[in-house]
């Protein structure tokens, strides 16, 4: 009995020595994961003799610049006439939903077949091959897997320092370092598999999760200092006006993980972090404990997210009414 995964091995090996190409495709605003196992598939199938290339069209975050194969990625081009023609297998990882993968979809969706190798819960679409696996910590471990497969199949060896450390990125940057809930024994099995390889575990972890900077560590001192707290400390409040921003020399990044540094406060059971944009609008960031669910919270106000980590716009408010919105809609919701 061959099973989905390698069925899905075969597939991509099927390409060895042809002319045809597999392109492949992580989603937008790309993450660790998606990055990491991206790239670790793009070299194994290059090694495994596979044209395969990775076409992507934002700017990639500096953070990651210490993977080796970031110059391996090609900008997407404004005609795509060529890589129609040359496409043959579109392999989406750490989505498998099109629409996931902003202005590349036009291209994914010309391609002969589509792949995945995901994570994610979803509805799926008919005639794709996809392996998806919610169990997986990360979309890194299924690579990973199928990196194995392939070198049982082709019988070479396909691992190597640089794919360790991409693999080690996805894991490390979709567990939280290994203390999500996501973490699995698996998780753990691959990472041992991968250390000796040569990772610098120490490396990894202090570019994805420690640095910091100047703007980010003005901007915690300001929404540490400002925040405020309602309804005996269950709500937490926190503003940052483009001034706060602008004063800070702050980015939208350095705002990562504020929300959920609120949220963490004994006895706080929601956190709200506004940020007023250029355009004048109100971006409201929800972080929650278990007894509030901020997806049906976010989407009660046109937003949405997960239940404990959510998000909406709002509009024609200032960031002080949006501010007292929150919390007095969050109150209705908390008695
Ligand atoms: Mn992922």
Known sequence: MINRLEELAHKLLSY??????IYLYP?????GDALGSTLAMLVALRKAGVKARFLYDEVIPGKYDYMEGLALIEPYPDRIDSCITRQSLALLIDCSEPSRTG????????APQIAVADHHISEGHSGYLRFIDPGAAAAGEIVYDLIVLMEKITG???MDQQISVMLMTAIISDTGRFTFSNTTQRTFEIAAALMPYGVAIRDIVYQLFDL??????RLSGHVFSTAEFYLQGKIALALVSQSVMDVCEAQDSDLDGLAAQLRNIEGVEVSFLLREL???TIRVNIRSGTGFDAAKFAKSMSGGGHARAAGTTLSNISIQDAGHLMVEKAGEWLF
């Open 16 to 21: 060895i020595d042809s002319e045809h190409e």
């Open 27 to 31: 989603h937008t605003s790309i993450d």
């Open 103 to 110: 202005r590349r979809q036009q291209l994914l969706e010309k």
């Open 156 to 158: 070479r060896d396909l």
């Open 212 to 217: 910091s900077s100047k703007g980010r560590l």
């Open 278 to 280: 250029n355009n004048g």
